[in-house]
Structures are given as structure tokens and as C-alpha cells.
DNA sequence: CGCTGATCATAG
DNA sequence: CTATGATCAGCG
């Protein structure tokens, strides 16, 4: 039975190659929650009011991240970052995604070229997962991945909401900042609850105690990322 | 019903 | 406590 064990239970083996983490991702395209829950030996939460982060770990063992919780890509090897996005009927995503922590104190030090928003987004492996309040939670499904990297377009306007946010928090304004700002990129709270503070820094150039903040992509932009997808398919 | 601000679980 | 994975829930 260990053999079983092993196979059914233990987290896949990190893929060698882009080719093989797409391979396997597409395999899981159809795959519902539940079945792939079950290949790992783990029982599927019934909702995910206390499960939030569930379906990207589950993703993440059946693709082979190795990262876990360490500031490191998906992939280490392949510098490749992990992103389910939750979808609905028609394919249009149902939340922001998160994509970064601020470090409050570094980021008006430095330049876009250098920032922890670049290098997240590099690379991405985007998986959609069905999120339809009306499905049952095991019943959704993945969708096919998209495997992508900004274009220069992209880029360009990630770049621009970025040096806005960022130089503006490195003035000191992080206080008022909101949610607002921002086109594709914005600055959230990110943080257990509302009490959490984290070192950060005002107008004076003082230090202060700050609620942790967090750069999300919104809705619109994960849409887009898809749109061109389906629009021109069948490329890696 | 979209969006912002708040929150939840787990690993190291 | 900080990092990871995100979604919840209420207001406009």
C-alpha cells in the first residue's frame, strides 16, 4: 500500500521545464476540485469562508511548486509564479489578485526595473477555476492555463500605475491612499485584521507603525490577460 | 453588483 | 511574526 500512498498522496515533483509545468496544468483543465482533491488525500473544505488560499495549494502540489511559503517564485527553478483565478459563468474574473507585499520602508528607494511587482509578474502561470456561487465547491472546475508575460503594453501600464503608487508612498502619503488609485495596479490592506502594523514611514521621513498594504491586479486587467487568450490560443 | 477595506488558514 | 495562498462582506 505504500506504493499507493506515495503516488496517490505525495506532492508531484517539480516540473524541468516550462513544457512539462504546461503539460500538466493543461491535464487538469476539466478537472473539478474535488477530483483532484482526492488524488491528494485531502477532504474538500465546504466552503471557503475559513479556505481561502485552499485551491492554490491544492494547484500547487499537483503542479510541483516548491516554493511553500518562502518569498521565492512558484517554480524556483523555472522563475515561474503560480495564480489561480477565480472565474464565472462566463469567464470573467470574480476577484482582484493579489500579487505583492509592500515593504514600506524600501519602496521609495526603488526603481521599476528593481521592484517586487516586476519580478512577480515576470512570469506567470494563470489557471482559471470556475467560481460560481451557484456551483458546489467540489464540483468547479479548472479551466485551460495561460502561461503568460506582460508585453510591452502591459508593462508600460503596470509600470505607470507602480511609480505612481509607490513613489507617492515613498513621500510619506500611505495614509491616503486608497483603493481607488491605480488603473490595473492598486494598494490594498493585506494583513490577518485591521490591528496589524508594520513599520513603515511618514512625510517627515519618520518612522511609523503602518497597516500592511499590498499591490493587486484588478479584475479588469486578469480579464483582459484572458480575453487575448482565447482570442489567439494554441501558444506557449 | 462592483469595489474597497477586512479577514482567514498555514508554514517556517 | 512574516511569508505564502487568497476570498469575504458591506457600502455606495
Known amino acids: 500500500m505504500e506504493w499507493f500512498a506515495r503516488a496517490m498522496f505525495e506532492p508531484k515533483a517539480a516540473p524541468r521545464s516550462e513544457l512539462e509545468l504546461l503539460a500538466r496544468a493543461r491535464a487538469l483543465a476539466g478537472v473539478s476540485l474535488g477530483e483532484l482533491?482526492?488524488?491528494?488525500?485531502?477532504?474538500?473544505?465546504?466552503?471557503?469562508l475559513r479556505a481561502k488560499g485552499w485551491v492554490g495549494q491544492l494547484l500547487e502540489r499537483a503542479l510541483g511548486a516548491t516554493a511553500g511559503s518562502?518569498?521565492?517564485?512558484?517554480?524556483?527553478?523555472?522563475?515561474?509564479?503560480?495564480?489561480?483565478?477565480?472565474?464565472?459563468?462566463?469567464?470573467?474574473?470574480?476577484?482582484?489578485?493579489?500579487?505583492?507585499?509592500?515593504?514600506?520602508?524600501?519602496?521609495?528607494?526603488v526603481e521599476w526595473e528593481h521592484s517586487r511587482v516586476r519580478r512577480k509578474l515576470a512570469r506567470v502561470l494563470w489557471v482559471p477555476v470556475e467560481a460560481e456561487?451557484?456551483?458546489?465547491?467540489?464540483?468547479?472546475?479548472f479551466g485551460e492555463p495561460l502561461l503568460w508575460s506582460p508585453d510591452s503594453e502591459e508593462e508600460a501600464e503596470l509600470r505607470f500605475d507602480w511609480e505612481e503608487l509607490a513613489g507617492r508612498i515613498g513621500m510619506g502619503e500611505l495614509e491616503r491612499i486608497t483603493g481607488h488609485f491605480g488603473k490595473h495596479l492598486q494598494v490594498r490592506p493585506k494583513a490577518a485584521h485591521s490591528r496589524v502594523r508594520r513599520r513603515g514611514i511618514d512625510e517627515d521621513g519618520a518612522y511609523v507603525e503602518a497597516p500592511p498594504r499590498g499591490f493587486y491586479l484588478r479584475p479588469s486587467f486578469t480579464l483582459r490577460l484572458l480575453r487575448k487568450y482565447y482570442a489567439a490560443p494554441a501558444r506557449a
Request: charged fraction near 25%; hydrophobic fraction near 40%; charge should be neutral.
Open 37 to 48: 482533491a482526492l488524488q491528494f488525500g485531502v477532504s474538500v473544505p465546504e466552503s471557503q
Open 70 to 109: 518562502r518569498a521565492k517564485p512558484d517554480f524556483e527553478g523555472l522563475g515561474i509564479e503560480l495564480k489561480t483565478l477565480p472565474v464565472d459563468a462566463r469567464g470573467k474574473p470574480k476577484e482582484s489578485t493579489f500579487v505583492c507585499t509592500i515593504a514600506l520602508t524600501e519602496i521609495g528607494e
Open 133 to 141: 456561487a451557484s456551483l458546489p465547491f467540489a464540483g468547479r472546475r
